[in-house]
């Protein structure tokens, strides 16, 4: 529900009543209103378990472990896995409506020119808020939760939930999230480590809008 007010209603004005583009307010509004709200969400639902932040609790219960070569090989399989599974969700809806925008009105921009780099600059801390807001919640204090009331299959309850997370990007960049969503979830399940959440998600994200802002793709 926030998020769809501030998608359809609060970017959209801001954007209009100052002329800058959506995306400059996407990464300030879904920062401030969205992702930062993750983490104390999060820190809130520790503190009623009973945890303070210590470093107890980042490794035991949310646990963001040190990483093994086991954790690693997981973490490149999904990577790749994720890549192929959708590009060909992609392709599919590509050869089904013609060609399209993945991305949601309040998210598309032109590549960067000559004295718009500086929306790098805003996309970094918001980068850091959504990945870590999103991984802390989901990962960290969620998915171990799930497990214990869902068991093995935890990590499938657990990709619908973070698919609604995203409905209103779109139902086209939702079916291309679709690998991720899954993929991500059961291998930090597998692997009980929510580095590779961190990993997988920021390492999907960060280049392909980098890639973005340069035309790349």
Request: hydrophobic share 55%; proline share 4%; glycine share 10%.
């Amino acid at each position: 529900m926030v998020m769809f007010f501030l998608t359809k209603y609060a970017i959209p004005y801001l954007s209009n009543i100052t002329g800058q583009e959506t995306i400059l307010f996407w990464f300030i509004v879904a920062g401030a209103g969205i992702f930062a709200p993750l983490i104390i969400t999060g820190l809130l639902v520790l503190k009623l378990e009973g945890f303070g932040l210590s470093k107890h609790t980042i490794v035991n219960r949310l646990r963001f472990r040190k990483i093994t070569k086991r954790d690693i090989v997981w973490c490149i399989a999904g990577l790749l896995a994720v890549g192929l599974f959708s590009m060909i969700i992609m392709k599919g809806l590509e050869l089904l409506i013609g060609k399209f925008d993945h991305s949601p009105v309040f998210m598309s921009f032109e590549p960067l020119t000559s004295g718009r780099y500086w929306l790098l600059l805003v996309w970094f801390p918001y980068w850091i808020l959504n990945i870590l807001g999103e991984e802390f919640l989901w990962r960290g204090v969620m998915l171990p939760r799930q497990e214990i009331a869902f068991g093995k299959h935890a990590w499938i309850i657990h990709g619908f939930g973070w698919g609604l997370f995203h409905i209103a990007f779109g139902w086209q960049l939702l079916l291309t999230l679709i690998p991720l969503i899954f993929i991500q979830s059961y291998i930090v399940q597998k692997t009980k480590n929510s580095w590779i959440g961190v990993i997988m998600h920021g390492g999907l994200n960060g280049p392909s809008f980098i890639a973005i802002c340069f035309g790349a793709i």
